[in-house]
């Protein structure tokens, strides 16, 4: 899938490398099926996508599935330890191997019992000793490459790509820098959501706080706006305020042993925070379904299974306010972009880099706009 020079030229018309000159990219992009297309094939499988915490996957013959824009993924840990991904597919018909996620000491088709060991070597093939020619010793199932990053599970679709430590300088250190305990959190909570608008609507409205003051004045009070600073690296973002020092009408963080808002976006979909609180950490990614709607899941990692009261409430106010305002927001956008009333506007860009600034959005556009100039051999 490629674009035509003309449509490439169409929707980066005005984008400038420097943000206070910049247009955004054209609202074409944020509705027609081929740039979907593109972005599945040129973004989506070719990066880092979030699997789990490594806590699932940490015992032999544990594994955890997948969907990676169409493709069905398992990760698994073989009987000698090693992390392992693999398509989720039989290498006899093609039919999906497993489902879920849990605990296996073999992967046994269910369509006609073909049998894969944990490294992904075939085991048993019935009836296949009828069979001329057949050697089962070079029949594997195809791998995907995975990692572990700041304990967190990604997978690539691209065999070639660059592993995501090398890929995201220094966003390890800062992260291990604000959640030395990351390892030790636990899977708690997750939220989930349809939304009426194009991932890419979503992400830009996550990645500037310029709206915060207008649409989210809770969360306002939850940290100090005039601490907050946005910084833009090569694939990714950070984002960090203190908290809020006066009255909070978010949630209670009276007793909190985190005093930090911390959030990094993740080029492409993927968001990482640590929120002020007992010790905790979220990752959020946003899925495309069509050129105008996207599937959201907010998973939550707290020092216990359970969540305290505090955390509980912190969840409330991000399913209950939070995202039903920021929901709102962007898809009063994609209603906005169907009209002949828009096609592209100007960022908001503070040169100091302050959360009301929207130069983290330049910066997601011009990853997109090299992925499609990538797509097109531009």
């Known amino acids: 899938m490629t674009l035509s020079r003309h449509k490439l030229d169409t929707i980066s018309n005005g984008y400038d490398p420097e943000p206070t000159r910049s247009c955004s990219i054209h609202s074409d992009c944020y509705r027609e099926p081929e740039y979907l297309k593109l972005e599945q094939q040129q973004i989506f499988h070719n990066s880092w996508q979030f699997l789990c915490h490594e806590e699932k996957l940490r015992q032999a013959g544990s ?15 073989d009987a000698q330890g090693r992390l392992r991904a ?10 999906l191997l497993l489902q879920g996620e849990g605990k296996t000491k073999a992967i046994v088709c269910p369509y006609h019992a073909w049998t894969y060991s944990l490294d992904g070597s075939l085991l048993r093939a019935r009836r296949s000793e009828h069979i001329k020619n057949f050697e089962p010793d070079k029949i594997r199932l195809s791998p995907v490459q995975v990692e572990v990053f700041c304990h967190l599970v990604f997978v690539n679709l691209n065999p070639g790509a660059t592993s995501l430590a090398g890929q995201s300088g220094e966003l390890h250190k800062e992260i291990m ?26 992400v830009d409205n996550f990645l500037e706080c310029y709206h915060c003051p207008v649409a989210h004045r809770d969360f306002c009070s939850l940290v100090e706006m005039d601490t907050y600073k946005v910084t833009v690296h090569g694939i990714y973002s950070s984002h960090m305020a203190k908290a809020g020092r006066g009255d909070n009408k978010a949630y209670d963080v009276a007793h909190a042993s985190v005093t930090d808002h911390a959030v990094w976006y993740l080029w492409p979909n993927t968001t990482l925070m640590r929120y002020p609180g007992r010790g905790n950490f979220m990752v959020w990614r946003f899925y495309p379904v069509t050129p105008e709607e996207t599937y959201e899941v907010f998973d939550f990692f707290f020092e216990t299974s359970v969540p305290n009261a505090s955390e509980k409430e912190a969840i ?17 956008v994609q209603r906005g972009m169907q009209t002949p009333a828009f096609n592209q506007g100007r960022y908001m860009v503070d040169p100091e880099g302050s959360g009301l600034s929207e130069h983290a959005v330049h910066h997601f556009h011009g990853l997109i706009l090299a992925a499609y100039r990538a797509g097109c051999g531009v």
Do not use: M
């Not at 169409?70 to 840990?77: E, K, L, M, N």
């Open 86 to 95: 693999f398509y989720n597919v039989c290498k006899h018909r093609g039919h």
């Open 177 to 202: 820098s604000y959640a030395p305990d990351l390892a030790e959190l636990t899977f708690a909570r997750r939220l989930t959501y349809q939304i009426k608008a194009n991932w890419k609507a979503v």
């Open 63 to 77: 594994y955890v599935t997948a969907e990676v824009q169409g493709q069905s993924i398992v990760a698994c840990r």
């Open 316 to 332: 409330k106010f991000i399913d209950e306010v939070l995202q039903p305002e920021d929901i709102g927001l962007v898809e009063s």
